[in-house]
Structure formats: structure tokens, C-alpha cells
């Protein structure tokens, strides 16, 4: 670390927080060893339990009383649930025998135990070892000097583009999966949970966001205006929305599933007539129905073609995204709408 002239740090104080950094940077490579060391060890029990089941008898039963008494014996001294115990060792196996590069790579900490969550959550529907191997070899490089958040992304479309199965014939066989449910919180608070398509619950996320900030800016322009015409006191006083944005988002959703209308917290006249906006990334050959490429939503998750290709002739205007075609990143940005002679052509040939 160099001296700046707003810190004004002394040579004494740069030692110091070098030393602390090159402490850190130690301790992060020393709790990737342990945590290799660990996972190492439960995948070894789970395969002994594995071996003594198949000793005894081939019924899958077996197999898991065996598993699930070892994870009980496991647990026990170490304080947790056997539950959690059979998830480590559920992702020890997965680290161990199906993601070996990424297993080789924390042990030598070339990567860090986030890395390995992130590897493991976008590759973890690839079904073969040969398309796991490929996808490691895509992935790693890029773990090795990015931070996980910045790995996700990419992890998740070289896992797409490598699944032998088209994400359209997989997303036909989870959206049967969709549903609708509450858990009961504390202090008479509800969780409600929804699994939908990514495209819906990105619009819909993009929606509330849009009738928090009119909810806020309605209230504040209220408020001026009264200050402005008086002193803000009286029966028919304006009282300043102090919602946070999460809470007006929250108020929103409520009041939209229960009366159809947004502005039932005092949100904004005309709230209706928002149209949600999605950030969609395809690329050329896909829009043009030349090829099948998955198109990212707000540049994260992937969805299949046919639906992106909707999206876009749904539009108003496209910001168009050239990526590179290796690693991704975004090289440049701008800003298309399409003619009106354009949206009458594609409406006759549609």
C-alpha cells in the first residue's frame, strides 16, 4: 500500500495493514485446504457406508440406514443436525467424484470455497462426466482470478450450452413443477413463496420495483406541494411516506394478489399503465431463429430462445449487447428501435 494525500498514512500504519492483508490472503488459503481436508473425509465415510451396505444386502433401504447411522455418528460430537451431516456428505460426493478439477483446484488454492458453491450450483444439472469436464475447463480458468459473484453468470450459460438437452425441453418438464406456498415467521409474519418461469417473476420484480419508486416520487411531490400552499399541519395534512423500498415493494404485491390494485397504500394515479422492462441478452443467430443459444435475463439466468425471441418482438426497443463470444464479458451496449414498417412486417409474417 502507497501513502495517499487524503489518508496521510504513516510508513508505521502501511506495514501494518500490508501485514494484515497478506494475513488474510493466508488464512483464506489455509481455509481452503481444511475445507478440502473436510470434504475428503465425508466423501470417504459416505463411500464406506456405501461398501458396508452392499455387503449386507443390495436394497436401497440398507444403503441409506447405512448412510444415515454413520451421519448420526458424525454429527453427534460435531453438534449438528444428521440432516446437515448428510448434506456435507451429499456434497462431498458431488465435489469429489463429479467435479474433480474444481475439488484439485481448491485443494491447491487456485480457488476459494465460494468458487466451489458457485461451480458446483450452475454445473450441478449437467449429467455426464464428459460435459461436467468441459465445463470445468470453461469455468476454472476464470474462478482462478474472478470473485464467485462474478463467476456465476458465466458459469451458468457454459452450463446451459453444454447440457445435451435443449433448455426449452428442460424447462417444459420444471415449469410442471411451479407452484405456490407460505411459511409461518415469527411475530405474525408470512413468507409466500412462488416458483414461476424466470421471464414472469423477472417482469414481476421489475414491476414492483417500478410502483415503489412511483409510490415514493407521488408522496414526495404531495408533500412539497403542501409545503408549498401551507404549513403542512391540520386535519388534511400530507404525511411523508417513510416506507423503506423494500416495504412499498412488499405493500404493492400484497395489494396487487388481494385487490387487483397497487395503489391501495396511497401509491400514485396511474400505476397501471407501467410496463415492466427485462435486460434480455440473445445473440443474433438465436433472435434471427437460426440457432437455439439461450438468452440471459438482467444477466443472470438463462432462458430458452423461443421465449427470448417473444420477448424481443414484444419490445419497443432493444438495447443491444455484443458479448464476447469466449468469456462473455460485455464489449459494448446500445440503444435499437425498431421502424414502424419493421413491426408491420414482422406482425404479417407472425
Known sequence: MKPTNEGEATPAEIALLDASRERLVQLQKADSVRYAEEMQVLHEASRLAGDIATRGSKDSCESELAHRSIS?????????????????????????????????????????????????????????????????EAVLPLAEREAPSRVRPYARLVAERLH???????????????????RELPDGMSQLTAIIPTVAANGILDRLNQFADSAKAAADESVAGESAAGDGFGPGAVVADTRTKDQRRADAFADIGLTSDPAAHAGPVG??????RVQL??????????????????????????????????????????????????????????????????????
Open 72 to 136: 448420526a455418528e458424525f454429527s453427534t460430537p460435531l453438534r449438528i443436525s444428521d440432516r446437515t451431516m448428510q448434506r456435507r456428505m451429499a456434497l462431498a460426493d458431488t465435489l469429489v467424484q463429479d467435479f474433480s478439477g474444481t475439488f484439485a483446484a481448491l485443494k491447491e488454492t487456485r480457488i476459494f470455497r465460494g468458487h466451489v458453491s458457485v461451480i458446483l450450483d450452475a454445473g450441478a444439472h449437467l449429467p455426464d462426466a464428459q460435459s461436467r469436464a468441459a465445463y470445468e
Open 164 to 182: 445435451p438437452r435443449s433448455l426449452k425441453e428442460r424447462h417444459a418438464e420444471a415449469a410442471a413443477c411451479r407452484g405456490v406456498w407460505t
Open 271 to 276: 400505476v397501471q399503465t407501467i410496463v415492466p
Open 281 to 350: 441478452q440473445i445473440s443474433m443467430l438465436s433472435l434471427m431463429g437460426l440457432a437455439d443459444t439461450p438468452a440471459i435475463v438482467d444477466g443472470l439466468a438463462p432462458v430458452d430462445a423461443e421465449t427470448a425471441r417473444i420477448l424481443a418482438g414484444a419490445a419497443s426497443g432493444w438495447d443491444r449487447v455484443l458479448t464476447h463470444p469466449i468469456t462473455g464479458a460485455v464489449l459494448a451496449v446500445d440503444r435499437y428501435t425498431p421502424t414502424a414498417e419493421l413491426k408491420r412486417t414482422l406482425r404479417v409474417r407472425d
